[in-house]
T-cell receptor, first 113, second 111 residues
Framework: DGGITQSPKYLFRKEGQNVTLSCEQN?????MYWYRQDPGQGLRLIYY???????QKGDIAEGYSVSREKKESFPLTVTSAQKNPTAFYLC????????????FGPGTRLTVL | SQQGEEDPQALSIQEGENATMNCSYK?????LQWYRQNSGRGLVHLIL?????REKHSGRLRVTLDTSKKSSSLLITASRAADTASYFC???????????FGKGTRLHILP
């Protein structure tokens, strides 16, 4: 079964803690993306990666970090520097190039207590 | 950065009726895509239309693109309860390899 998975589905974090969200795909896609979704805000791009060992900042990268050591995996760390981390986080993957469909994972809902 | 903007923000129609959502964008695009998101889930790709195309169909979906007005519309015919979801347009340009999503239209199909 090909697809993209995210874990965990729900995550609770205390203020001041770093937390890492997992994203794995077995679609053999080179490109992977992290988005943040807030109510009424649509999707905002945090980081994206077009190839292993390379990634670029999106529109709201401050307070987040990523790594791309394997083609299949693109974990996102929400650091304590992110001032308002409570949100729904979506990971996506696609073939490289413009005008290609992105495939989304089921999302992780992060709540800071 | 916001490129596409959907209209209306929310739409409620009776089952069986047609639903029309619009997307306007600011700068020239290469492609425009529409996605659906069920509550609390990831997005699912519906259809892509290229800048040199004016209309595309996929099942009960019809998408139009008017590059002179920088707008697109998504028509869902004979709506069903399962069509209840949020619908997003997403655009890409020559400037980079990202796609930019709008804020979405929340569609509610009434039984």
């Amino acid at each position: 079964d090909g697809g993209i998975t995210q874990s965990p589905k729900y995550l609770f974090r205390k203020e001041g803690q770093n937390v890492t969200l997992s994203c794995e795909q077995n679609l053999n896609h080179d490109a992977m993306y992290w988005y943040r979704q807030d109510p009424g805000q649509g999707l905002r791009l945090i980081y994206y990666s077009q190839i292993v060992n390379d990634f670029q900042k999106g529109d709201i990268a401050e307070g987040y970090s990523v790594s791309r050591e394997k083609k299949e995996s693109f974990p996102l760390t929400v650091t304590s520097a992110q001032k308002n981390p409570t949100a729904f986080y979506l990971c996506a993957s696609s073939a490289t190039g413009v005008g290609v469909e992105q495939f989304f994972g089921p999302g992780t809902r992060l709540t800071v207590l | 950065s916001q490129q596409g903007e959907e209209d209306p923000q929310a739409l409620s129609i009776q089952e069986g009726e047609n639903a029309t959502m619009n997307c306007s964008y600011k700068t020239s695009i290469n492609n425009l895509q529409w996605y659906r998101q069920n509550s609390g889930r990831g997005l699912v790709h519906l259809i892509l239309i290229r800048s040199n195309e004016r209309e595309k169909h996929s099942g009960r979906l019809r998408v139009t693109l008017d590059t002179s007005k920088k707008s697109s519309s998504l028509l869902i015919t004979a709506s069903r309860a399962a069509d209840t979801a949020s619908y997003f347009c997403a655009t890409d340009t020559n400037r980079d390899d990202k796609i930019i999503f709008g804020k979405g239209t929340r569609l509610h199909i009434l039984p």
